[in-house]
């Protein structure tokens, strides 16, 4: 019986995205975005797996993250209607900082549902 347990939660992780990695997500980003970098840049969120949001409707995604910036490198492929991106990094109020950092973009198709993520890392 457990097996058989086990067996439906992975097929619904897999059909419907991870809500359990859309939390640490959110919860990372909130961690960057309250941070405040004295001596150097703050950033995060590069170890999660974008994948891992893949199945999950974008009203979802947008409730937790908050609301998204356009993707500076648009790659969409076949079938991607939209492209969303989050910043995981903040600077110094002061200084000469130049750079970038983690970046998360994920991709939707026709009904708003993640079918593509990474991370893009500027510089």
Same mark, same amino acid.
């Given at each position: 019986?457990?097996?058989?347990?086990?067996?439906?939660?992975?097929?619904?992780?897999?059909?419907?995205?991870?809500?359990?990695?859309?939390?640490a997500f959110a919860a990372e980003l909130r961690r960057v975005e309250a941070s405040r970098p004295v001596s150097g840049?703050?950033?995060?969120?590069?170890?999660?797996?974008?994948? =891992?949001?893949?199945?999950?409707?974008?009203?979802?995604i947008v409730e937790?993250?908050?609301?998204?910036?356009?993707?500076?490198? =648009?790659?969409?492929?076949a079938g991607e209607t939209r492209c969303d991106r989050w910043v995981y990094y903040k600077f110094p109020a002061e200084g000469d900082w130049v750079g970038g950092g983690p970046e998360l973009e994920l991709y939707y198709d026709g009904? =708003?549902?993640?079918?593509?993520?990474?991370?893009?890392?500027?510089?």
């Open positions: 019986m457990l097996a058989g347990s086990l067996a439906i939660v992975e097929l619904s992780a897999c059909a419907g995205g991870n809500a359990r990695a859309l939390n840049p703050v950033e995060g969120g590069h170890w999660l797996k974008p994948p =891992d949001l893949v199945g999950l409707p974008r009203t979802m937790k993250l908050g609301a998204p910036k356009n993707c500076s490198f =648009d790659e969409r492929r009904s =708003d549902t993640c079918v593509r993520g990474q991370w893009y890392v500027t510089a």
